[in-house]
């Protein structure tokens, strides 16, 4: 599907919600108005007791010369013009190592693409437990991805195209690494290396609302004046589709019923995932994370490979590995690697969410065979460091003196 496919649907999904949908761009010009410019080349103005600004983010271009000339794509910019390469274009190089950027190269890389992916940093997914980023890494090179850590890009220059009509664009870049150059020949490139948050043209300077990284609010979503809230991309910490539309209904309530009950946006337990495959799903702590911050935690780990689903489905890569309380149950974080990682992480949030501990994820009984086992297996790991010696030793002396 298109880009003007995918807008007309979004707009008739909107139109049929009830919403009235006007195409334009607009401006806050004072708390209680908004301007629009149409895009037929009219202006409208409208009036409102609550205006929520949900702008979103866009991608990050990085400054590297001769980047402008390269036709370069970004997730936003990419669908369409991929059309051009069928069934896919034969070099493809991705900048950025994270989520992103993982998530693009190695789906690239299984419709056919050599894909090269080059990352500033030490590994890719730095935000991940270095263990997790291993499993993932060595997926997408098995599947053909060139992955170049510690690689910074310098410029991008002329080369020779492998696809026709694809001339008088730069066509390969050059990289550092240990001081020495290193040229890589592309057909498309993808900047992949994050998302800043849009923040100009809405008339929010003018308005006086501080605005850093992002718009800057309250616990309730609100500006400095509490009739204009943001949710989303746009007001962060997280830049996750699930996070906005967390966020999109405390500002909702907030913007309707904010003169009788504030509601403050819970952002305690938020998961996230990366979309390879396999999966890496993660919500609350990291162990590195743990360390930096100085908190103390046990590791419990359970590896995909003895899970009876997970060798019948041939998804034996990865693991399920919970942080909780030295000496207690109480789950601190969980970071899951392996098929539908995503999906099998949703037990962990339910658990820290309403604060159940590993013992009654073991005393849940889930079906078998499937991978949703994993995560009771993984509790049962925990329960056996855990098992109380002094009773067993009792219960081994009770049934030794039964016996004679």
Not at 61 to 74: F, H, K, N, R
Request: glycine fraction near 12%.
């Amino acid at each position: 599907m298109g880009g003007r496919q995918r807008q007309r649907c979004r707009r008739e999904r909107y139109t049929g919600l009830g919403v009235d949908v006007v195409e334009g761009y607009a401006k806050v010009v004072d708390p209680w108005t908004v301007e629009i410019a149409r895009k037929d080349g009219t202006t409208q103005r409208l009036t409102t007791r609550a205006i929520v600004i949900a702008a979103g983010a866009e991608p990050f271009v990085p400054q590297i010369a001769g980047l402008e000339g390269s036709g370069y794509l970004t997730s936003d910019t990419m669908w369409d013009a991929l059309a051009a390469f069928p069934p896919a274009p034969p070099r493809v190089l991705v900048l950025g190592g994270g989520p992103i950027g993982c998530e693009l190269s190695h789906a690239l890389a299984r419709l056919g693409s050599g894909v090269t992916q080059v990352e500033m940093g030490a590994r890719i997914l730095p935000r991940e437990d270095g263990d997790a980023a291993e499993v993932v890494a060595a997926a997408m090179q098995r599947d053909g991805v060139t992955i170049l850590t510690g690689h910074q890009a310098v410029r991008c220059e002329p080369g020779e195209p492998s696809v026709p009509g694809h001339q008088g664009r730069a066509h390969a870049i050059v990289v550092m690494h240990n001081g020495a150059e290193k040229r890589i020949e592309f057909d498309v490139l993808i900047a992949a290396v994050g998302r800043n948050a849009r923040l100009s043209g809405f008339g929010l300077e003018e308005l006086g609302i501080e605005v850093g990284r992002v718009v800057q609010t309250n616990g309730y979503l609100q500006t400095k004046f509490p009739n204009i809230l943001a949710a989303g991309d746009v007001v962060g910490p997280y830049q996750f589709t699930h996070t906005a539309s967390h966020q999109a209904w405390f500002a909702a309530v907030n913007a309707l019923f904010g003169d009788f009950k504030l509601f403050k946006v819970d952002y305690r337990v938020i998961p996230w995932a990366t979309f390879t495959d396999p999966e890496v799903a993660r919500v609350g702590l990291s162990e590195a994370e743990a360390a930096a911050q100085g908190i103390a935690v046990e590791v419990t780990r359970f590896e995909l490979h003895e899970l009876d689903r997970a060798i019948t489905d041939s998804a034996t890569a990865g693991f399920v590995k919970v942080l909780t309380k030295p000496g207690k149950d109480t789950i601190l974080g969980a970071t899951i690697v392996g098929a539908g990682g995503g999906d099998l992480l949703t037990e962990f949030v339910l658990a820290m969410k309403y604060s159940l501990g590993l013992n009654k994820i073991l005393g849940t009984i889930h079906t078998y065979p499937t991978m949703g086992e994993a995560n009771k297996s993984a509790a049962g790991e925990w329960k056996r460091t855990h098992a109380p010696a002094a009773v067993l030793r009792w219960v081994q002396k009770f049934h030794t003196w039964r016996r004679g």
